[in-house]
């Protein structure tokens, strides 16, 4: 006789006892708010220190000098916007395994109800298109320091 627990995941998380022996790892619990929420907390951290670091250049002689033929507030912003862009980019190809199924999730969500699996497909293409928005309003911003002068006026 089969065993209720290994046949849904959602008995066996009742019973304290995993599918495999053990409960799903951080990626599980982690993957969809970082597929859902990564971008825009890439973007905000972009803005705002993008903003910082132009008011720096303009009102100080911190950021005077030049590194590979960029003023240093030019450098330090292209930096910035490198690392938001990865961190945008991560989160939509996150989002993207998630749609595909390649990120196993807690099993409760994944029992085989219909609304759960329902859920995480929004929350997956939601993140996709979202991310996606994100990455290009980062990119965008970031080439106002290839393009424009910080400061002017």
């Known amino acids: 006789m089969t065993d209720p627990a290994k046949l849904d ?6 019973q304290g006892r995993w599918p495999e022996g053990r409960p799903p790892g951080i990626v599980a619990s982690v993957a969809p708010w ?9 973007w905000a951290f972009h803005l705002m220190v993008a903003y910082a670091l132009v008011e720096i250049a303009c009102n100080s002689d911190r950021l005077v000098g030049t590194t590979f033929g960029l003023p240093n507030a030019h450098v330090l912003g292209l930096a910035l916007t490198l690392v938001a862009a990865v961190t945008a980019f991560g989160a939509a190809s996150v989002a993207w ?10 099993p409760v969500d994944d029992a085989g109800a ?10 997956a293409y939601f993140g996709v298109v979202m991310n996606g928005l994100f990455l290009l309003a980062i ?3 970031g080439l106002a320091f290839v393009f ?3 400061c002017t006026g």
């Open 9 to 14: 995941p959602a008995i066996a998380h009742r």
């Open 114 to 123: 219909p609304e759960a699996l329902g859920r995480r497909r929004f929350v």
């Open 148 to 150: 424009l002068r910080a």
């Open 97 to 106: 395994a998630m749609a595909g199924g390649a990120i196993p999730t807690d």
């Open 139 to 141: 990119v965008m911003a």
């Open 34 to 42: 970082y597929a859902l929420l990564g971008g825009g907390a890439a």
